[in-house]
Every structure is written in structure tokens, then in C-alpha cells.
């Protein structure tokens, strides 16, 4: 089955400078990425996600880019700011049909002001 | 996400108690999650259902149950069984289209007192 591994664990930035977390898969078959976004206490919600026929996706100061080669993905923000602080998620699955998202373990992004 | 709720928010429980966990959405999604979330770990599948009187286990069902009797309702049952049930609980629905957007439900915090 699907194996994501999400690094690094913990993520300490400066406010304004940018910040990179990268996810590993294991199935070739995976071909949709999605990144959630979990703020204290809350649930997580859908920030930015990508399918592996594009290379990279960019919404604002945050974007995906994709290696299918070496099966690893990656989220950037940009311009990181103290609202940003919380635990992301990364995901692999398919595109259609309803199996369900293998997630990473998270990363907690600490934005210090 | 406003259309998945979850109840309660807070649950306490006493060792050697059964106890039902409530998810609702009003998406006509196919498909139902529910994950277990402890500190460190990211998001654990326990059950899922792609149809409506079907449901599969997930990496840690020992110690649950479910049923779907209804689209839009998937409840998880919390047995005397799991061991250490402390943990926040979150339901998933998801989209079976080409979006195959997954939205979470709100969470329940459970504790075994």
C-alpha cells in the first residue's frame, strides 16, 4: 500500500521569509497530492492540492510542485506570516473512486514575529 | 466543511464503557472517514465507507465500530475493547468526482477518565 513520509517534523521561520516541506510517496499509482492545513484545536482544511499531470500548482504565497520521477512533492509559502503558524498535512491518493488519502505525520510551522 | 457536523464536541467516558460518536454531512458524498489523531502521530484511518451498507477497515479498527445505514450519517462506536481511546476523533466525507476534495467535520475530543 501508499507510505507518505512528510519532513521535516517541526519548522521554525522568521516572519516574511519563506518555508518548504517536502512529502515522499511510495505508489506510482498515486496521482492526486493534496496539503491540509491544521490550526489548534480545529480541523484540517484543504489549502492547495495538485495532480500528477501538472508540475506545479501556485495559489498566492503558497505552491506545490511535483516530482513524479522521484516520487516526492513539496509545499512552499512565501512571505510567511504569524497566521500561517499551524500543523500541515500532506496527502497521497487517487485522482477518482473514494480510497482513502494516506496522510504524512505533519509538520508544525511556528511563524515567529 | 460546514456541511460535515460532528457530536459532541467533548466526551468523557469511563473505563469499560461503550460510546457512539456522531457524524452528519449534507454534501450527498459517497464516501465516509473517520480518523484518530493522538500528538505526534498525524491522522489514522480507522474505518471507511464508500457506499451506503458498506464500510472497510482501516490501519487501527480494533477496539471500533461503525454501520451506514444512510448516506449521510456514519457513526463510530468506541468499545470497551480500544485499549486507550483517549484522542480527538475526526470524520471525513469525500467528493467522488474529478475534485475528490476530502472535507473534515469539526472533531470530537474524547477522554477516558
Known amino acids: 500500500g501508499e507510505n507518505v513520509e512528510q519532513h521535516p517534523s517541526t519548522l521554525s521561520v522568521q516572519e516574511g521569509d519563506s518555508a518548504v516541506i517536502k512529502c515522499t510517496y511510495s505508489d506510482s499509482a498515486s496521482n492526486y497530492f493534496p496539503w491540509y492545513k491544521q490550526e489548534l484545536g480545529k480541523r484540517p482544511q484543504l489549502i492547495i492540492d495538485?495532480?500528477?499531470?501538472?508540475g506545479e500548482k501556485k495559489d498566492q504565497r503558497i505552491a506545490v510542485t511535483l516530482n513524479k520521477t522521484a516520487k516526492h512533492f513539496s509545499l512552499h509559502i512565501t512571505e510567511t506570516q504569524p497566521e500561517d503558524s499551524a500543523v500541515y498535512f500532506c496527502?497521497?491518493?487517487?485522482?477518482?473512486?473514494?480510497?482513502?488519502?494516506?496522510f504524512g505525520k505533519g509538520t508544525r510551522l511556528s511563524v515567529i514575529a | 466543511d460546514g456541511g460535515i457536523t460532528q457530536s459532541p464536541k467533548y466526551l468523557f467516558r469511563k473505563e469499560g464503557q461503550n460510546v457512539t460518536l456522531s457524524c452528519e454531512q449534507n454534501l450527498n458524498h459517497d464516501a465516509m472517514y473517520w480518523y484518530r489523531q493522538d500528538p505526534g502521530q498525524g491522522l489514522r484511518l480507522i474505518y471507511y465507507s464508500q457506499i451506503v451498507n458498506d464500510f472497510q477497515k482501516g490501519d487501527i479498527a480494533e477496539g471500533y465500530s461503525v454501520s451506514r445505514e444512510k448516506k449521510e450519517s456514519f457513526p463510530l462506536t468506541v468499545t470497551s475493547a480500544q485499549k486507550n481511546p483517549t484522542a480527538f476523533y475526526l470524520c471525513?466525507?469525500?467528493?467522488?468526482?474529478?475534485?475528490?476534495?476530502?472535507?473534515f467535520g469539526p472533531g470530537t475530543r474524547l477522554t477516558v477518565l
Open positions: 471525513a466525507s469525500k467528493d467522488s468526482g474529478y475534485t475528490d476534495t476530502q472535507y
Open positions: 495538485i495532480r500528477s499531470n501538472v
Open positions: 496527502a497521497a491518493g487517487w485522482n477518482s473512486g473514494n480510497t482513502p488519502l494516506v
